[in-house]
């Protein structure tokens, strides 16, 4: 029976993956740093909750032995754990510090501890939640841009590194969903993504058919797949675009 860690799995994406994962027979074990969020989740699918903070590497390493000691083995890690800062170059050293042990940092914690037995056994699957704004970008919240990217660059150097050793590594890169973190950007996470947002069961329904074909970029949102090619291959006009959105944005935000 697969095991399998979810990171963030109290709420939104997170507990859509347990809960997926858990239907199709895997035992789960739910982390998030809302200790009773996790404990309900995990009651539901019938796993086991850790209350913690991914942010550190003490955080990640009692995770991975937690985990150990109730899976045996971790075949399957979701680093979905993520935070979204509004703000922009002038967020405070902390914010930027804590947006990067998050969103990176934990990713790269996590992979440095599971790596040696995945490797070892020639097998492991990481699945990161990057979202579209590491594909993208994301107006209103530096911090979430880049370190989003970042998430996405480290993913894809998992997987062009040790996918001949047997790692499976894919990126779940979703526009708006409707969770907590979305309902906290207001009026202009509503004008960019409230009217393109799905559900977190439609996330997990993604990522179960790439893994079908082992499928690097999960894109619940198919339509960031044409935003990513015209970001690559006419970036200035991109960038204008996206510039008129962030001008429309200023617009609305200033008529409340």
Known sequence: ???????GGGGGIGAALAR????????VVVADLDGDKAAEVAAEVGGTAFAGDVASLDGVTKLIESARATLGEIDVFCANAGIAPFGGAESGEEVWARTWDVNVMSHVRAANLLLPAWLERGQGHFIATVSAAGLLTSLGSAP?????HGAL????????TYRHR???VQAICPQGVRTAMLESTGTAGRLLMGASAIEPEQVADALFAAMEDKRFLVLPHPEVAGYYAARATETDRWLGGMNKLQRKVEEAVGEL
């Open 153 to 160: 660059a480290f993913a894809e150097w998992l997987s062009a």
């Open 20 to 27: 997926r994962f858990a239907a199709d027979g895997a035992r």
């Open 1 to 7: 029976m697969t095991g399998v860690v979810v990171t």
């Open 166 to 168: 047997g790692l499976t």
């Open 144 to 148: 979430y841009s880049v370190t989003k």
